[in-house]
């Protein structure tokens, strides 16, 4: 299975991206790494709908978005490979089109932080973060961001030409969605195919600091609410 990297950037990328980068590129787990692919853009709807163009006219069979401001280490793509391959320790079978990372996003302006597993909430209409998700499982979600994930080149077909919409709104549920989110939307409503989340592929956003499980159960704490491991032992008490 070939996979391109493709990573957006607006300036120089982050010390942790590059070094997490150069150790997995030394490795190349299975051969599988086939080319790195940078678009330079402002517009992040603009730039992913360049390079999936670019993408497709290879003959790599996945895609796999890293923004450049992600700290992770081979490890974490070789879960990913490994799922979409259909040869995961947990894996979900052979028709894995959409894997995804562990990552989190964190509001500076609000002082939160939220895992990238998102589920459609069908009374709201519109997706929600999942507060706990089993620490180290995985298991499917309806949409994700686009920061550590690999996408098979059947979706973009699939559902091309226009895949990253220029809007903060979808027209479909008249509510604010990222590009990136309305991007597995749209896969999940055409193709009926869903993200699986691997929560034991581990990485870091890197802002003004590194957001990662530890930073986020920590918030937890901070909030007053159980950590992930707390969630977990009381569930087994139900």
């Known amino acids: ?13 982050t010390p942790d991206y590059a070094y997490s980068l150069a150790a997995l590129m ?5 051969d599988s790494i086939k080319g790195i692919h940078y678009t330079k853009t402002a517009r992040n709807h603009h730039g992913r709908n360049t390079a999936i163009k ?3 006219e290879t003959d790599a069979d996945v895609l796999m978005w890293i923004d450049d401001d992600m700290a992770f280490d081979p490890g974490a793509y070789k879960i990913l490979y490994e799922e979409m391959a259909g040869e995961g320790h947990f894996q979900c079978g052979p028709d894995v089109y959409m894997v995804a990372g562990l990552a989190f996003i964190y509001d500076a302006d609000q002082g939160t932080q939220r895992p990238t597993c998102l ?3 069908e009374e709201a209409n519109e997706y929600q973060s999942r507060a706990y998700y089993p620490k180290n499982g995985r298991f499917f979600c309806d949409s994700t961001g686009a920061a550590f994930v690999m996408i098979h080149r059947d979706i973009f077909e699939a559902t091309g030409p226009l895949w990253h ?9 008249m509510k604010p969605m990222g590009h990136d989110v309305a991007f597995f939307h749209n896969a999940r409503k ?9 929560a034991d592929a581990k990485t870091g956003h890197v802002k003004t600091w590194q957001a990662s499980e530890d930073t986020y159960e920590a ?9 992930l491991d707390g969630m977990e032992r009381a569930a087994t008490l139900l």
């Open 219 to 227: 918030f937890l704490v901070s909030q007053g609410l159980p950590t």
């Open 54 to 56: 670019r993408f497709l």
């Open 1 to 13: 299975m070939k996979v391109i990297i493709s990573t957006l950037h607006n300036g120089p990328v």
């Open 26 to 30: 030394l490795e190349n787990p299975y």
């Open 119 to 121: 589920d459609f909430n």
């Open 165 to 173: 919409l220029d809007t903060e709104c979808h027209p479909e549920t």
């Open 190 to 198: 055409i193709t009926g195919e869903r993200v699986w989340y691997c």
